[in-house]
């Protein structure tokens, strides 16, 4: 079982950065492809980025790339978001999790409590 716990969120401009980082619990972390989603108010939850369990794969929604990047850590149990280049369209609540299948970004029942991250015009 694994645990997570994201933290970084806050209150940005548009064009700035924030760096959103997940921290995991259970030693079998390192063996997960993890990703972030992120649920804005009132629509759905969405995909946002993932990362392969030895990092070496990524893969980002059009709406990010280029923007984004995710990396993981798999000493510290930590994955990361690095957001550049915000725009108020990406305020939402930011959820990491433990993928089922990296090549389909599946997602487990493993998620966090969210980090809200909110873009001001």
């Known amino acids: 079982q694994v645990q997570l716990v994201e933290s970084g969120g806050g209150l940005v401009q548009a064009g700035g950065s924030l760096r959103l980082s997940c921290a995991a619990s259970?030693?079998?972390?390192?063996?997960?492809?993890m990703a972030w989603f992120r649920q804005a108010p009132g629509k759905g939850r969405e995909f946002v980025t993932a990362?392969?369990?030895?990092?070496?794969?990524?893969y980002y929604a059009g709406s990010v790339k280029g923007r984004f990047t995710i990396s993981r850590d798999n000493a510290k149990n930590t994955v990361y978001l690095q957001m550049n280049s915000l725009k108020p369209e990406d305020t939402a609540v930011y959820y990491c999790?433990?993928?089922?299948?990296?090549?389909?970004?599946?997602?487990?029942?493993?998620w966090g409590q969210g980090t809200q991250v909110t873009v001001s015009s």
């Open positions: 999790n433990a993928l089922l299948d990296y090549s389909s970004r599946r997602p487990s029942d493993y």
């Open positions: 990362i392969s369990w030895t990092g070496d794969s990524t």
């Open positions: 259970g030693r079998t972390f390192s063996t997960y492809a």
